[in-house]
């Protein structure tokens, strides 16, 4: 049992990030009817709205890097965080779901829709792009890994593919933690 989940919580690199403890920001105010590609639009050009800023999700947000193992080992991590996400009340971002040689955004392998039923998410790019700047800022990033070491060093952008899916997101880390499972009934509910 205890290396089962050990090895489960090795796998999981997750960040957490709380709109609460933001900084201010000059950003324009959310614009309910959406946004629209980075050289603008209004009523007369032909480009598409992106879809709606979401609202800033006062509980926080789980971000966490599925980058071990193939297809059923990313799979069984993917559900492992979606659940925590949903007992600790946070939003669960949707990470880049790669393989070896390419990484290709959640919405592009799976649909959202039957997960947002089951909770709150949000894909990484969207994330990213359209929440991080005010909740989750640049300077204010930290990456939380699982370590065996108790004066292990995290190293979150250190070999692949770790290096790789963080990179592709274009995420560096302001700082790191890392913490160890004391004893084997850390992991039982």
Request: proline content about 6%; aromatic content about 10%.
């Amino acid at each position: 049992m205890w290396l089962q989940c050990s090895a489960r919580i090795a796998a999981l690199i997750v960040l957490v990030a709380n709109p609460t403890h933001s900084t201010e920001s000059n950003a324009e105010p959310e614009n309910d009817i959406g946004t629209c590609a980075l050289d603008g639009c209004d009523s007369t050009t032909s480009k598409l709205p992106m879809s709606p800023v979401p609202r800033a999700d006062s509980n926080g947000y789980v971000i966490f890097c599925l980058c071990m193992g193939r297809f059923g080992n990313k799979a069984e991590h993917f559900l492992g965080a979606l659940s925590w996400a949903k007992k600790i009340n946070r939003t669960l971002v949707l990470p880049s779901w790669g393989t070896r040689t390419s990484s290709l955004r959640f919405d592009e392998w799976f649909k959202v829709s039957p997960l947002q039923e089951y909770h709150r998410v949000i894909v990484a790019e969207d994330f990213l792009q359209q929440l991080a700047p005010q909740v989750w800022p640049p300077e204010k990033r930290t990456g939380m890994c699982f370590t065996f070491k108790p004066d292990g060093n995290c190293n979150m952008k250190a070999g692949q593919p770790s290096s790789g899916f963080w990179t592709a997101l274009g995420v560096n880390f302001a700082h790191e933690l890392s913490y160890q499972v004391l004893h084997a009934s850390s992991c039982v509910e």
